[in-house]
């Protein structure tokens, strides 16, 4: 069975940073491009990031680009991501999802970030 | 960017009854490779996301078979051939051909 666990989340205030894990299980790790989407309290899902199977290609939304780093442990079968200088705008439960061109997508349950004074 | 726009937002559907969504992107989604990369998610109430179809009418494994993705380019739809209770939530288009991703509105599904 594939399965993504997100840790990591809490509560931080505006400008501090929390670094998030997402630990797989149930396939190849390292065959897989993998990613991170966010969704605000009662909003749509926003994609965050993405990272290549060998960590060689990374990309970012425009709204965390330069404060959020994506990245990637294969040997730990773990992805991560680095956010600083958070805004209250980055309030959201934090999905890693995996969506292959082929068959198999999945996705973890998420871990909630709030950023609040 | 590309922008991935739903139609409707909100769909009332009887049980048993058919329902249709669509998805129109701002840009042709044919990748260069040939390839059409266009997915499309579902979210139960309270749980996370799951995708239902890659490259446009692919289903993925243990999505039963009233679901179904069809259309080309720019114009995408996902069809519930006959809507089960189980069906509620929104459901999302997502195009994985350009950078960056983005989805569309979410288009709200409940029962009538």
């Known amino acids: 069975e594939v399965l993504l666990v997100e840790s990591g989340g809490g509560l931080v205030h505006p400008g501090g940073s929390l670094r998030l894990s997402c630990a797989t299980s149930?396939?190849?790790?390292?065959?897989?491009?993998i990613n991170w989407v966010r969704q605000a309290p009662g909003k749509g899902l926003e994609w965050v990031s993405s990272i290549s199977s060998n960590s060689r290609s990374v990309f970012y939304a425009d709204s965390v680009k330069g404060r959020f780093i994506i990245s990637r442990d294969n040997a730990k079968n773990s992805l991560y991501l680095q956010m600083n200088s958070l805004r209250d705008e980055d309030t959201a439960t934090y999905y890693c999802?995996?969506?292959?061109?082929?068959?198999?997508?999945?996705w973890g349950q998420g871990t909630l970030v709030t950023v609040s004074s | 960017d590309v922008v991935m726009t739903q139609s409707p937002l909100s769909l009332p559907v009887t049980l048993g009854q058919a329902a249709s969504i669509s998805c129109r992107s701002s840009?042709?989604?044919?990748?260069?490779?040939?390839?059409?990369?266009l997915n499309w998610f579902q979210q139960r109430p309270g749980q996370s996301p799951r995708r239902l179809i890659y490259k446009v009418s692919n289903r993925d494994s243990g999505v039963p078979d009233r679901f179904s993705g069809s259309g080309s380019g720019t114009d995408f739809t996902l069809k519930i051939s006959r809507v089960e209770a189980e069906d509620v939530g929104v459901y999302y288009c997502m195009q994985g051909t350009h950078w960056p991703r983005t989805f569309g509105q979410g288009t709200r599904v409940e029962i009538k």
């Open positions: 149930g396939f190849s790790f390292s065959n897989y491009g």
């Open positions: 999802a995996r969506w292959p061109q082929e068959e198999g997508g999945a």
């Open positions: 840009q042709s989604l044919v990748y260069s490779d040939g390839n059409t990369y």
